[in-house]
T-cell receptor, first 111, second 112 residues
Framework: GQQLNQSPQSMFIQEGEDVSMNCTSSSIFNTWLWYKQDPGEGPVLLIA?????ELTSNGRLTAQFGITRKDSFLNISASIPSDVGIYFC???????????FGAGTRLFVKA | DTAVSQTPKYLVTQMGNDKSIKCEQNLGHDTMYWYKQDSKKFLKIMFS???????INETVPNRFSPKSPDKAHLNLHINSLELGDSAVYFCASSLRTGQGYTFGSGTRLTVV
């Protein structure tokens, strides 16, 4: 079946550092989504991208929809302890019935 | 006022039992989903309903049966529970297909 490759699997960083994570796919997506999951909670939508090349920010978060439509990245600037969690990318094909999730990037921030 | 609420939050039950998980959304969304998250946190879609109509039915054992009495509710019934069914089950909704999801806070199912 279709898969998303999300990397890195985990990151250990110091507070104040910038973070970058990305996802690649073997097929084209019409939509890329980035979610964050805190322990004991459901994933929360951070950024949605609908057009190739689109660059969107949400506070300290910035995400881009790759021009090839097969990749996306998420950057977090000036990380803080509450950024700790699992970040998931997700992609939707044309028609959008099914959303496929990456395996997640576990972010650990040391104060 | 919770947007997507699912109950119960925790469910511990013995192998062979039948159990249900309920989900309700008050967002006016057309599409609802059930996802399973395993111990490695991998999220896999199980079912999707659009306006009460089943549109996605992944390779899920037929012991799992979703029911959508109206577009605000999507319940999941599981028959003859097995140890491998232990996971966190998330309900989610979206305004329409192709939009980002709003997830519930999950139901942690433990089969003993």
């Amino acid at each position: 079946g279709q898969q998303l490759n999300q990397s890195p699997q985990s990151m250990f960083i110091q507070e104040g550092e910038d973070v970058s994570m990305n996802c690649t796919s073997s097929s084209i997506f019409n939509t890329w989504l980035w979610y964050k999951q805190d322990p004991g909670e459901g994933p929360v939508l951070l950024i949605a991208l609908y057009k190739a090349g689109e660059l969107t920010s949400n506070g300290r978060l910035t995400a881009q929809f790759g021009i090839t439509r097969k990749d996306s990245f998420l950057n977090i600037s000036a990380s803080i302890p509450s950024d700790v969690g699992i970040y998931f990318c997700a992609g939707q094909e044309a028609g959008g019935f099914k959303t496929i999730f990456g395996a997640g990037t576990r972010l650990f921030v040391k104060a | 006022d919770t947007a997507v609420s699912q109950t119960p939050k925790y469910l511990v039950t013995q192998m062979g039992n039948d159990k249900s998980i309920k989900c309700e959304q008050n967002l006016g969304h057309d599409t609802m989903y059930w996802y399973k998250q395993d111990s490695k946190k991998f999220l896999k879609i199980m079912f999707s309903y659009n306006n009460k109509e089943l549109i996605i039915n992944e390779t899920v054992p037929n012991r799992f049966s979703p029911k959508s009495p109206d577009k605000a509710h999507l319940n999941l019934h599981i028959n003859s529970l097995e140890l491998g069914d232990s996971a966190v089950y998330f309900c989610a909704s979206s305004l329409r297909t192709g939009q980002g999801y709003t997830f519930g806070s999950g139901t942690r199912l433990t089969v003993v």
